[in-house]
């Protein structure tokens, strides 16, 4: 019986016809299309070149924006390292001194007609100054930083570099330094003999 009625309301369906918009509305929208699509064939000439130009743009902003953020993160970290070394500037150790050569920019020599100033350094000479005696404790405090970092066989294998360089007093120190910071390490004996003095 449900087969009769769906038969019976699928021929009153076919029965109402199909009601469509006329043929000559259909062909007037389809006209419209064309025309303004036709009048403007320069905007298909320009997308690729403005979609390029506009991804370029966003690709140095956004490079220029992390440059921003790694310059502000770098200095955020430094910060506090330089107020700790401004706090309590360590001595350089004896004979391990290390004098970095000054930029040229920094040096400024008096104009040859200018007259020398006595009793009071330049701003130039007083500036040299401060950057040599901050010099080797920077340095010490990077050598510090590093030495943080590394496992106790890679401080060992610096060591023994040291020692192969003849420069003994500073690998007479790291090794001193070794062994307070790991008091229980047990050096094999093959590297003990080229990390220590002979």
Avoid: C
């Amino acid at each position: 019986m449900a087969e009769h009625d769906d038969n019976k309301l699928a021929e009153r369906y076919r029965a109402l016809g199909r009601e469509e918009p006329p043929a000559e509305l259909d062909r007037k929208i389809l006209a419209a299309s064309r025309r303004a699509a036709g009048s403007r064939p320069g905007l298909r000439r320009w997308a690729l070149p403005v979609s390029i130009a506009a991804v370029i743009v966003l690709s140095v902003a956004v490079t220029l924006q992390l440059q921003r953020e790694q310059a502000d993160l770098e200095q955020q970290v430094s910060a506090p390292a330089e107020a700790g070394k401004a706090a309590a500037p360590a001595p350089p150790a004896a004979g391990n001194v290390v004098r970095a050569p000054v930029p040229e920019a920094k040096v400024q020599k008096p104009a040859a007609g200018a007259p020398a100033q006595e009793g009071r350094p330049s701003r130039e000479s007083a500036d040299r100054e401060r950057f040599e005696r901050a010099a080797p404790a920077a340095a010490e405090e990077r050598a510090k930083q590093l030495t943080a970092e590394e496992s106790p066989e890679r401080r060992l294998e610096r060591i023994a570099e040291l020692r192969r360089a003849r420069r003994d007093d500073e690998a007479d120190r790291l090794l001193a330094e070794f062994r307070r910071r790991y008091p229980d390490y047990r050096i094999p004996e093959a590297t003990l003999k080229e990390v220590e003095r002979r």
